[in-house]
């Protein structure tokens, strides 16, 4: 791998991707791989500079980038190293992970378990949203025969914990979750 920062992608700097499509290595390092303004893809949904250098006629999200993107992970004949803000994922990475065959050794990004799901450990297990010590975790249904927990993963960005919140204006409790304002999803209802 290469270690000049031309060959590296910076955020809104995707156009270097460009210098490096000639060439293969064993890894390809990605950085920034961050969500938000000064991440990539680059969250900016009305930059008029944006506009400039992304042609109109691109209706897919952040196509310009996705391709780049395409381009730094097919140089890599073993492994694609990305680095991100642990609260800040790109949606690149959430994409990612979503894509059979593709391993990404988050554990945040393994397959979600969700409330009325089997049990990984045991696999006869349901699991429950159940309250722990002022939280809520799921819990397995075959009790201390198997014991799993596991907090509850928000299944919108993936990356947020869901906890109990108190509702400002009617003191009642709901969930949602604790990337707010980044991700805003929410339980209207109990969890399930
Ligand atoms: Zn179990
Ligand atoms: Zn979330």
Not at 17 to 33: F, K, R
Not at 58 to 87: C, D, M, N, Q, S
Not at 130 to 149: A, F, M, P, Q, R
Request: glycine letters at 8%; a positive charge.
């Amino acid at each position: 791998m290469r270690s000049s920062s031309s060959n590296s992608l910076t955020p809104c700097e995707s156009g270097v991707l460009v210098a490096i499509s000639n060439w293969e290595a064993d890894c390809v390092i990605i950085h920034h791989l961050n969500g938000g303004s000064s991440g990539f893809p680059c969250e900016i949904n009305d930059d008029p500079i944006m506009d400039l250098v992304i042609p109109k006629n691109e209706t897919f999200p952040h196509a310009e980038e996705r391709r780049l993107l395409y381009v730094a992970i097919t140089r890599a004949k073993k492994l694609v190293y990305g680095f991100y803000h642990p609260r800040t994922p790109s949606i690149f990475v959430r994409e990612l992970s979503e894509i059979p065959g593709v391993k990404v050794h988050d554990p945040r990004f393994a397959p979600l378990i969700k409330a009325g799901g089997m049990c990984p450990r045991c696999k006869s297990g349901v699991m429950s949203a159940v309250w722990v010590e002022n939280t809520i975790k799921l819990l397995c249904s075959n009790g201390d025969e198997c014991g799993h927990s596991t907090e509850i993963r928000c299944p919108e960005c993936k990356v947020g914990e869901i906890l109990p919140k108190k509702a400002r204006n009617t003191g009642r409790t709901f969930f949602g979750c604790n990337q707010f304002p980044t991700c805003k999803h929410i339980y209207k209802e109990s969890i399930s």
